[in-house]
């Protein structure tokens, strides 16, 4: 079971040490800025171009994850934190819209919006609590798009916190602070609990545990594949962000 994040900010977990402890280390990881340069070139790698763990309706506390055999349901995810950022989606109807489709507003970096209506997110009437058709929050959706590199994998898998879940995020990326620890240097578990809101709707929040640190030679392989393939993907996501039942 995973841990809070009250027990992140008390305990120190023990380092995960050696150059293969739990496996991060790949044949061609140490060359992912090249691999990418050589098989994307300028446009980069997008958001979609990753596998992504879908948060479930209804409360369900399994991720659903798309592979090329399939879809499948874990309980938990296991990796760690390369790169994080958040975005935002407007959708003028949010209660019909078809799998796919564009939202009406989205921002890459929940600063400025493209579309309609478009412009500055944080003086956007959308973006204040209470603007939602139902319930007190928010019509344009505010994400966290965390990237997830997994032990044994090339590319990093995509990790949404969705608006219910940016607290538990912000307060596990804050323990990690006030430690001085960067998001990437610690293995993180990542797991689903059982939540309602005021009208006793299920939904799922994420939950985030300190695993242990990374070090030796598998801390230097995190920290270059990290800075290597930051600079070359594209942030974001385009496409529905808001099949999901949230708060």
Not at 4 to 21: I, R
Not at 136 to 159: D, E, F, N, T
Not at 209 to 230: L, R
């Amino acid at each position: 079971m995973a841990k809070s994040n009250k027990d992140t900010e008390s305990k120190q977990l023990p380092a995960v040490q050696g150059e293969s402890a739990v496996g991060f280390i790949t044949p061609m990881g140490n060359n992912i800025g090249a691999l990418l340069e050589a098989n994307l070139g300028d446009e980069g790698l997008r958001f979609s171009d990753l596998k992504r763990a879908k948060n479930p309706s209804g409360g369900a506390t399994s991720f659903q994850i798309t592979t090329s055999s399939g879809d499948e349901e874990v309980k938990e995810i296991t990796g760690c934190i390369i790169k994080h950022n958040f975005t935002r989606s407007y959708f003028e109807d949010p209660d019909n819209v078809a799998e796919g489709a564009q939202p009406d507003c989205f921002s890459q970096d929940a600063k400025w919006g493209t579309g309609n209506p478009g412009g500055d997110c944080d003086t956007c009437g959308f973006a204040q609590f209470e603007s939602a058709l139902k319930g007190k929050g928010q019509a344009c959706k505010k994400r966290h798009v965390l990237y997830v590199l997994q032990p044994g994998s090339l590319l990093p898998m995509i990790v949404t916190a969705s608006p219910s879940s940016l607290k538990n995020v912000r307060n596990y990326l804050t323990a990690l602070l006030s430690e001085g620890i960067f998001p990437q240097n610690i293995v993180t578990q990542f797991s689903l609990e059982k939540a309602k809101n005021e009208k006793g709707t299920a939904y799922a929040k994420l939950v985030l545990a300190n695993q242990g640190a990374i070090e030796g030679k598998e801390a230097e392989y995190i920290e270059k594949y990290t800075k290597s393939f930051s600079g070359h993907v594209k942030t974001g996501a385009s496409g529905n962000t808001s099949a999901q039942n949230e708060d």
